[in-house]
């Protein structure tokens, strides 16, 4: 998408910012700036799964979303707060740390060179504060098995109270999330049933990070270690995954489920990886057409766009040439 129509990051735009966010923003920073350390990876969380997408101060063309704000609130609390005698990320700067920069710098370099505007610069340094801000905060407070019990925790607290909204937003076409923003949120309506979409930019963002956590909310259960707290995210989960009327969501909510059926045979994977591709050759040869095409029959939700799906598939194939190193505007 062009820089100066993309809402996450530079270009036009003007401040959007409710009564209701801007309060609960202030809360968040304040229990940021004095909660005890070992909650704020909780309270960070909530602020940032919770609190609507899109609020923003615009400040000289700059995007300052509410994200973003606490985020750079938890990094310097996160920094000023470090104990002297422990290194500031767990387990010290690592490998995976040295992908995940490269990797996202090398992002925001494709749009800015594929691009060339101003804008598209402003744009990738938001990004690069969403990506590198919250990695490395995470890195910094996530320490602990301790700490990733309480994420896990938070986590299912976070999308219980998705579930029940998402699925009042389903059935009333009302987004409460709405009356936060201080304007209404219209959720998108596809073949007759509402998309869902919470707090989020799309319903299908809603729904795949609802779909994503329920393996984990499932661990929590079966370790004893909160399981009413497990049991209420598990049917959070579910309610949010299908009150967001896609496909994509719940084909990521069987795959959560595959991937567990899988879990008693994770030695032998190697084996079913080599199967799988040796299956998708042999479709592909016995197939009309190429095997992503298969996609245009896969509809969970009713009315799904699969086509579209496997059409985009069959341009980034064809096209490969055109967009492999940096991308490409077409």
């Known amino acids: 998408m062009p ?19 801007l309060i609960l923003m202030l809360i968040i920073i304040g229990l940021i700036l004095l ?37 750079l609130t938890g990094l310097i609390r996160a920094v000023v707060s470090r104990p002297p005698e422990k290194h500031l990320l767990a387990g010290k700067f690592n490998l ?23 804008g ?9 504060w969403d990506a590198l801000g ?44 709405g009356f936060i923003a201080g304007h209404p949120i219209i959720p998108e309506v596809r073949s007759g049933g509402v998309r869902a979409q919470g707090p989020f930019h799309h319903a ?25 707290l497990a049991v209420a995210g598990l049917i959070g989960s579910t309610l949010a995954v299908f009150s967001a009327g896609s496909s994509t969501t719940v084909s990521a909510y069987l795959a959560g489920f595959l991937a567990i059926c899988f879990w008693p045979i994770r030695k032998n994977m190697r084996i079913i990886r080599s199967g799988l591709v040796l299956a998708i050759i042999a479709l592909n040869f016995a197939m009309s057409a190429p095997v992503w095409w298969a996609l245009e029959h896969v509809d969970f939700a009713g009315g799904s766009a699969g086509e579209h799906r496997a059409e985009l598939i069959d341009n980034l194939v064809r096209h490969f040439g055109d967009w492999w190193l ?3 505007k077409d």
């Open 204 to 228: 299908i963002l809603a729904g795949v990070f609802s779909a994503t956590i329920w393996p984990l909310l499932l661990w929590l259960f079966t370790s004893g270690k909160a399981k009413i």
């Open 3 to 21: 820089p100066e129509n993309n809402a996450y990051g530079g270009g036009v735009g003007e401040t959007v910012l409710g009564t209701g966010v």
């Open 35 to 71: 909660a005890p350390r070992k909650y704020l990876v909780s309270v960070l969380l909530t602020g940032l799964f919770l609190l609507p997408v899109g609020e923003t101060l615009v400040i000289g063309g700059f995007h300052v979303f509410v994200t973003r704000i606490l985020v």
């Open 326 to 328: 940096i991308g490409t």
């Open 134 to 177: 919250g990695y490395f905060l995470m890195r910094m407070l996530i320490r602990k098995d301790v700490d990733i019990l309480r994420v896990f925790k938070t986590l299912a607290v976070i999308v219980s109270f998705l579930g029940i909204t998402m699925l009042y937003e389903h059935q009333t076409r009302v987004n409460v999330f």
């Open 120 to 128: 598209a610069v402003v744009r990738e340094f938001g990004f690069l």
């Open 96 to 118: 995976i740390d040295k992908i995940f920069i490269v990797g996202t710098i090398y992002r925001a370099m494709a749009f800015v060179l594929t691009f060339r505007e101003m």
